[in-house]
Each structure stands twice: as C-alpha cells, then as structure tokens.
C-alpha cells in the first residue's frame, strides 16, 4: 500500500483524537474563562468518566448499547454534580484565588486518583462498544489503464470512531450555542467579562461559578465515556488528556473556545499523523515544543486571549 492510504487512515485516528480533545479541552477552557481558575484535576474528571462508563456498562444486563447509552447521560451528570460539590466546598472557601486554586486542585486529583484506585482497583478495564462495523474505505491510483478505485487492505475505520467524530462536533455546537444564544450563556460572559459589574447588576457569580465548573467536568467525563470503548478505563489514565488539553488551551488561547477547537484540531490530527508514521512520544514531544514556540512569541495564544 502506498503512502496516500496510510495518511488517509493516520488522519481518521487524528480525527478521533481531535474530537475528544476538543471536548475535554473545552471544558477545562471554559473554567479558566469564566473563572480564572487553572483545574490540574480536569485529567481526573475525565478518567471518572470512563471509569462510570465501565461501571455502569457492566451493572446493565443487555445489548452493550443500553448499558453504554446510560453511561452517556449518568456519567458527566454524577462527575458534574461532584465538581460543583468541589467547587462549592473547596474553591468558594478559597475565594477563587488563582495561587491556592492550584494547589487544592492538585490535591483534588490525588485524592480522586487513590480513592478510584482503592475502589476500582489498579486494572484496565475495557467497554463494549455499542456498535462497531469494520468500514472499507476506497483509494483511488492511476495505472495503464488510468484512475480505477481500488480497496486497500486495511484502509478502513469503524462506524464507532465515526460516531465519536460525529458526537464530538454535535456536543461543540451545543456548548456554542449554550454560550451564544441562552441566557444562562449570557449571564456566563458577563461574569467572564467583569465580575464585579455582574455582580452589581444582581447576577449570583459563586452559582454561575459552580455551574461552569460542574459544565467543564461534565464535558470531560462524557470525552471519557466516547474514549473508553476504544481505549480502556484505567484510573491513572487521566495525565495524557490534561497534557493535552493545556497545550491546546494555550495554543488556541487561554478562554479562548473557538480557538480551543482549532487548537484541538491541529493537535489531535497531528497527533494521529506522527503516531502512526514515526512515535505517540515524538508527537507529544512537537507539541510541547509547539506551546513554547507560542509562549515566546505570541503569550496570548494564536486565536487571542478571549472569546465571547
């Protein structure tokens, strides 16, 4: 097979990647924008997800799809509801102050981390996927006879990981839209935009606060439940999405949500190309170097520091 069909199926593998990037990073862009609170503990959030997922799908007695369309919608509200009982116990008390917010969040993620690991145990633990078609993709080459349609061996992808691409791009148009056209969206970029004139004006910033930080754990944990069917539930499986997802906010710009998909986009792809072609530890290594490049040069990030 030539090298055309192997970029084709290193860009689908990207694409996965992109999507679920771009949920996770998302949600933790939008804590920092409204908040200007930095959550180390956003990784953990996002293993709780899939971690749920494996629980819950293994609780249900059925088709696979039963089982993991309930994890779909009671794994990002219970993670979402422990955020914002995090939130109202823990940062509220701190007053939001970005130094402390650090450090509780650090010991936020050890404390989720070891109690997951005491009750989940230290296994990877994988879930059935609800469906999962093998899908043969075409490739087209030019011969003695000129372009004829050919079909690669092993040039193909699943209806999941297409699903998940699908899901990925339906769930950001939501939070667009939730940003954009509600009221509730409104009141979030006023708090963004000037908290103390939010407050003047009667809007309740802590429940603003607590609802953003519930939002941003809750997209996290549904990226982990897309995840989990194709790669498995570990309780220490959060670093590698908060790595990420930090150099996509950078990159993209802190707050910054549009710029945070097209940063999630142009990581996640090349991620999947470079893993595919050369290492995943050379392509986490360019985008590191990639977010120094963009703190020298441009500190505010390539899309600009805010969105409304």
């Given at each position: 097979?030539e090298?055309?069909p192997?970029?084709?199926?290193?860009?689908?593998?990207?694409?996965?990647?992109?999507?679920?990037?771009a949920?996770?990073?998302v949600?933790?862009?939008l804590?920092?924008?409204?908040?200007?609170?930095?959550?180390?503990?956003?990784?953990?959030f996002?293993?709780?997800?899939a971690?749920?997922a494996?629980?819950?799908?293994?609780s249900?007695?059925g088709?696979p799809?039963i089982?993991?369309a309930?994890?779909?919608v009671a794994?990002?509200?219970?993670v979402?509801?422990l955020?914002?009982?995090?939130?109202m116990?823990?940062l509220?008390?701190?007053e939001?102050?970005?130094?402390?917010?650090i450090?509780?969040?650090?010991?936020?993620?050890?404390?989720?981390?070891?109690?997951t690991?005491?009750g989940y145990g230290?296994?990877?633990?994988?879930?059935e996927?609800p469906?999962n078609?093998?899908?043969?993709l075409?490739?087209f080459?030019?011969?003695a006879e000129?372009?004829?349609?050919?079909?690669p061996w092993?040039?193909?992808?699943t209806?999941y990981?297409?699903?998940?691409?699908?899901?990925?791009?339906?769930?950001?148009?939501?939070?667009?839209?939730?940003?954009?056209r509600?009221?509730?969206?409104?009141?979030?970029r006023?708090?963004?935009s000037?908290?103390?004139?939010?407050?003047?004006f009667g809007?309740?910033?802590?429940?603003v606060?607590?609802?953003v930080f519930?939002?941003g754990?809750?997209l996290a944990?549904?990226?982990?439940?897309?995840?989990?069917?194709?790669?498995?539930?570990h309780?220490?499986m959060?670093?590698?999405?908060?790595l990420?997802?930090?150099i996509v906010v950078?990159i993209?710009?802190l707050?910054?949500l549009?710029g945070t998909v097209l940063?999630?986009v142009l990581?996640?792809?090349?991620?999947?190309?470079?893993?595919?072609f050369?290492s995943p530890?050379l392509a986490?290594i360019l985008?590191t170097?990639l977010?120094?490049?963009?703190?020298v040069?441009?500190?505010?990030?390539?899309?600009?520091g805010?969105?409304t």
């Amino acid at each position: 097979m030539e090298l055309g069909p192997y970029l084709v199926l290193a860009t689908l593998e990207g694409a996965v990647t992109a999507a679920v990037l771009a949920l996770t990073a998302v949600g933790l862009s939008l804590v920092f924008g409204v908040m200007r609170v930095v959550n180390i503990a956003h990784g953990e959030f996002f293993m709780l997800g899939a971690v749920l997922a494996w629980w819950i799908a293994q609780s249900v007695v059925g088709h696979p799809a039963i089982g993991f369309a309930l994890a779909l919608v009671a794994a990002p509200l219970i993670v979402g509801a422990l955020a914002v009982a995090a939130d109202m116990t823990i940062l509220k008390r701190l007053e939001y102050d970005p130094e402390r917010t650090i450090v509780a969040t650090i010991g936020l993620l050890y404390i989720i981390q070891q109690v997951t690991l005491m009750g989940y145990g230290p296994d990877a633990r994988p879930v059935e996927a609800p469906f999962n078609t093998r899908i043969a993709l075409p490739w087209f080459e030019h011969g003695a006879e000129g372009w004829a349609m050919i079909w690669p061996w092993g040039l193909g992808t699943t209806t999941y990981k297409l699903a998940v691409i699908g899901a990925a791009v339906v769930l950001l148009c939501a939070v667009w839209a939730l940003m954009t056209r509600t009221r509730i969206g409104l009141v979030m970029r006023a708090t963004q935009s000037d908290r103390d004139m939010a407050l003047a004006f009667g809007i309740p910033v802590e429940r603003v606060y607590a609802l953003v930080f519930g939002l941003g754990a809750a997209l996290a944990a549904l990226a982990g439940v897309l995840i989990v069917p194709i790669q498995q539930a570990h309780y220490l499986m959060g670093a590698d999405p908060l790595l990420l997802s930090f150099i996509v906010v950078i990159i993209g710009g802190l707050g910054s949500l549009p710029g945070t998909v097209l940063a999630a986009v142009l990581i996640g792809l090349s991620d999947g190309i470079i893993s595919v072609f050369f290492s995943p530890t050379l392509a986490k290594i360019l985008a590191t170097l990639l977010v120094g490049l963009v703190l020298v040069f441009r500190p505010q990030g390539l899309f600009g520091g805010r969105s409304t």
